[in-house]
């Protein structure tokens, strides 16, 4: 089972920039995904970006061009670049891992999760 620790996330104005970090640990090393969801109030959880272990990426629709996400191996995080933030990005984030399975075409099975991280975006 893999484990997860967020850092990152806060307040910030439409147009502005926040930038999420996770730290992971326990998963294979060979077949993964690891990534990002979010749940805003009263919605269900959803897959935002997320990195394959063979090094491809999927995003979702709703932040293609504005979201980034990047591996560290040698330090084991993997970080979320968010640009140009919306007040519909906010939601609680969640750091997230789908161990022996792989994220694409929207498609994103986590089944491990960190605690979350709240992101606030004002209009």
């Known amino acids: 089972q893999a484990r997860l620790v967020e850092s990152g996330g806060g307040s910030v104005q439409a147009g502005g920039s926040l930038r999420l970090s996770c730290k992971v640990s326990?998963?294979?090393?060979?077949?993964?995904?690891l990534g990002w969801s979010r749940q805003a109030p009263g919605k269900e959880r959803e897959g935002v970006a997320a990195i394959n272990s063979d090094g491809t990426f999927d995003y979702a629709v709703s932040v293609k061009g504005r979201f980034t996400i990047s591996q560290d191996i040698t330090n084991n995080t993997i970080d979320l670049q968010m640009n140009n933030l919306k007040p519909e990005d906010s939601a609680i984030y969640y750091c997230?891992?789908?161990?022996?399975?792989?994220?694409?075409?929207?498609?994103?099975?986590?089944?491990?999760w960190g605690q979350g991280t709240q992101v606030t975006v004002s209009s």
């Open positions: 326990g998963y294979s090393p060979s077949n993964y995904c």
């Open positions: 997230a891992a789908a161990v022996g399975n792989s994220c694409r075409r929207g498609r994103f099975p986590f089944g491990d």
